[in-house]
């Protein structure tokens, strides 16, 4: 079932910039568009609340299908960027679609003042570790979570986020990931781990709002962050590279991967340099800067946080397991588009940005599309198959 979710995006008011003025321009268009249509796989989203400090803070929180099962499931916390909010996170990254396939909770808290404090000397200046472990316990008190499997990711001042927990929380986060973020100099200076944490960066060489390079006083260069990571983790300190494919010719990006294995309990350290990339979330359709559209940011955490829990790494059958039913790309396009199965058949069905069905097709094999007489607009592809469904954004430029 397909449900017509209608979905308004706010320009989200002027904030001091984390990095530099740039940020402004950042927090004009990030998620600027009204009133915009789209068709998502049915959802369960609960908006809820919990008094922290004396405060009211308040979150979102995907129930997959799965949660019916009478089985604990994992919970992934994704965190907003400065000035944005639960909800615009939420419908930015598009995580719940990995969430209803894969079978997690997602949360989508809010902090204080639309920031997290994460140790600059402007924003909040709550207690959002203390926040998010209370969070834990009401979520925990309310569903079946599994313990050993709670994941934080996040936006930019999210992803600055994640890693405060990966220092002070990691009793309780199994792993992070950040999209666009770093730590901050004198914070990063007084990160004392106690344990292996498996981190994931996506970082793009082209994000002008947090530089790869870094900024004096406000990010670490990218680098350095992964390393530092990398070593507390006893990590092998020579990464396997792999350059991506590039299934997107139009979005003027790249992707080299950096994988630190042979660490400590079958961790990893992994980074994902987006190169050409902006500050935004690969794979999203919203264009508000450069986006890399050869990965899905969303999908490429889940695949990395399914391999860990607190304790040490999952099967990698269980990791497998949790890759898309259904590989599609080049994603924009404008003329061919190519549909590989991600393993065995399934059948395709097309909808146009209000709904109708403009085609459905039985795969047992790659296969190609000529989009080149559609129109231009968004367009969603839903697959189904034995693995389950998933639906995907397909834009055609």
């Not at 795969?363 to 989009?371: N, R």
Request: aromatic content about 10%; hydrophobic content about 40%; some cysteine.
């Amino acid at each position: 079932m397909i449900t017509k979710v209608m979905i308004t995006f706010v320009t989200i008011s002027s904030k001091p910039p984390i990095c530099k003025a740039e940020y402004m321009k950042y927090l004009s268009t990030i998620l600027a568009f009204s009133a915009l249509p789209f068709f998502l796989p049915a959802q369960n989203v609960i908006t809820g609340s919990i008094n922290y400090e004396g405060v009211e803070r308040g979150y979102r929180l995907y129930v997959p299908p799965a949660a019916n099962s009478g089985q604990a499931l994992p919970l992934v916390f994704n965190l907003h960027g400065y000035g944005s909010n639960a909800a615009q996170q939420e419908f930015y990254s598009g995580m719940n679609m990995v969430a209803d396939t894969a079978g997690f909770f997602a949360c989508y808290p809010n902090g204080r003042g639309s920031a997290w404090n994460v140790g600059w000397d402007f924003g909040s200046t709550a207690d959002d570790v203390g926040f998010i472990s209370a969070l834990i316990d009401e979520l925990a008190a309310n569903y079946e979570i599994d313990p050993q499997r709670i994941y934080s990711c996040g936006m930019s001042n999210g992803g600055f986020m994640s890693y405060r927990l990966a220092c002070e929380l990691n009793t309780r986060i199994a792993a992070i990931a950040s999209v666009t973020g770093s730590m901050v100099p004198s914070y990063f200076n007084n990160c004392n781990p106690g344990r292996a944490v498996p981190v994931m960066e996506i970082h793009g060489t082209a994000d002008d709002i947090v530089p790869y390079e870094g900024e004096p006083g406000l990010s670490v260069n990218i680098d350095t962050v992964v390393h530092f990571w990398a070593e507390n983790n006893s990590c092998d300190l020579n990464p396997a590279a792999e350059n991506l494919p590039d299934a997107s010719l139009l979005d003027g990006s790249t992707v080299t991967r950096f994988d630190y294995n042979d660490c400590e309990n079958g961790h990893r350290v992994s980074l994902l340099r987006v190169i050409g990339g902006g500050h935004t979330w690969p794979g999203a359709i919203f264009n508000i800067g450069a986006t890399n559209q050869d990965i899905n940011a969303s999908v490429e955490i889940w695949r990395f946080f399914s391999q860990f829990t607190l304790g040490e790494i999952s099967s990698l059958e269980e990791a497998a397991e949790t890759a898309p039913i259904l590989n599609l790309f080049p994603n924009p396009t404008a003329g061919l588009i190519q549909l590989k199965p991600g393993a065995g058949p399934l059948q395709v069905i097309v909808y146009n940005a209000v709904g109708q069905p403009l085609l459905q097709e039985q795969l047992s094999g790659a296969a190609t599309l000529d989009v080149s007489g559609w129109r231009p607009g968004i367009y969603f592809v839903e697959a189904r198959s034995a693995k389950g469904r998933e639906v995907f954004r397909l834009v055609k430029r």
